[in-house]
């Protein structure tokens, strides 16, 4: 009896929680956006990549993507972090949508899709750089790892990306 009410509330939670897709931005940091904003994940050649003149450095170049341009960005130079390396020789995307803007995500791999519950997600506030902070929607302890719940609406909209 006590079994099946510990079963009973594990499935509830699980029902309560979001889907995130999870993602490396460098060695030492993960990040999650959630699903809803998140169109694809995606390996595109370096090459493939058309870089612009008089952009912001954290704008890598332009994509083609299922027949749109998009911008690539460097979401860990955003979000002031370690950037990504020079060396690669293909990114990993994750393809981003808020309401009618597109951007491609780059990041150093691509982990997979998590379950998360609302009531794990912590304020970041005081944990991390306040540089990040406007770019979160909070962190969650997972798996013995810190992950950063990123705000796509947030990173989309960066003055950094205007400069």
């Known amino acids: 009896m006590k079994n099946s009410i510990l079963v009973h509330s594990a499935n509830q939670a699980n029902q309560n929680a979001d889907t995130y897709l999870k993602f490396q931005m460098n060695r030492q940091t993960s990040g ?7 169109q694809e994940a995606v390996i595109v050649p370096v090459a493939s990549v058309t870089p612009m003149p008089s952009m912001a450095d954290c704008i890598l170049g332009l994509i083609n993507w299922r027949s749109r341009i998009c911008w690539a960005i460097d979401l860990p130079k955003i979000l002031d972090l370690e950037p990504l390396k020079s060396n690669e020789r293909e990114y990993n995307v994750v393809i981003v949508r808020v309401e009618s803007a597109l951007m491609g995500l780059v990041v150093q791999s691509i982990k997979g899709t998590t379950k998360i519950s609302a009531d794990t997600v912590r304020s970041p506030v005081g944990k991390l750089a306040s540089s990040l902070i406007p ?29």
């Open 32 to 38: 999650l956006i959630h699903v809803k904003h998140t």
């Open 135 to 163: 770019y979160l929607r909070g962190c969650v302890w997972q798996e013995e790892e810190l992950s950063l719940v990123l705000d796509a609406e947030a990173i989309v909209q960066s003055s950094l990306l205007r400069d």
